[in-house]
């Protein structure tokens, strides 16, 4: 019953006009959720993480448990990242970065990279970047002694960014703004990306926010956020509120949709809390809860999908592992 669920989930293709401008469907602007999850490890929710492949570029949004590995099951040359760009500091959004930095770096099938790691993200990142260098210092002295690797290209290359446009190169245009996390989850940013009139924005971690509907209206692609929790819950201790407080539920979530009427709707960093008693609410309640307030296209997200955004369709699939012969 639950594989039929996500079969029709998934199938769920997205067409606008298809018989239109075939010409004008280019590949050229693609995201894949590299890591759908928050923190609890689990197997089937990897850390957030969000690639956006774009006119030949390639940013990832955030860094989360087992993004480096995630994009490597998709053969994605991750030492070559355009940009590794941040939403906020949260642990779940950056516990991946060592891994892909140093990695990435290393000899090997990935895209090795010979410069400095590229990484932007809200005020903070420097000082993270600063301390994680020295964490690592002992790794990287060896090798560059050991193995005669490149200290330049060890080395992290980061620009802290605010509100505005933080990127606008060769037609891509890449604007941050604000969100709302929470009174003290200060700060946090999402990120609009506009390319040949068509965009993508991702929300990061955010409540409702007038702001991103701002920044979204009309968007071809809005890969947002997600949180939800059993009343049962709710109601056992005042933390689960509390932490509830902090992402938008899927009611709100609809708002959101109707209001920006992005051709296609993706939920990602889905928050299902649980205690281990309680169980979390299901993709399917998540689903029919947003239904309440928003009909329009919509998608569950799951690791590795992959959403292409052409001039004719917005199209999510799942990612199919190979089989190995
Ligand atoms: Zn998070
Ligand atoms: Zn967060």
Redesign the pocket.
Known sequence: MKSLFWALVLTLLVSVNPLAAKAEDKPDFEVILVGTGTPPPLMHRFGPATLVRVAGKTFLIDAGRGATQMMWRKKIPFGKLTSLILT?L?S??VVGIPDLWLTGWLRGPYGRRDTPFPIMGPKGTADMMGFMQKAYAWDVNTRVEDQKMSREAAGVAVKEIAAGVIYDEDGVKITAFDTD?GEL?KP?LGYRFDYDGRSVVISG?TKYSENLIAHAKDVDLLVHSIGAAKKELLEAAPIWKLILA?HIEPEDAGRVFAATKPRLAVYTHVVALTNGKIKPVSAKTILERTRTTYKGPLVMGQDLMSITITKATVKAEPFVAKKKK
């Open positions: 906020h949260h779940d959004h996390h989850i946090t971690d902090h």
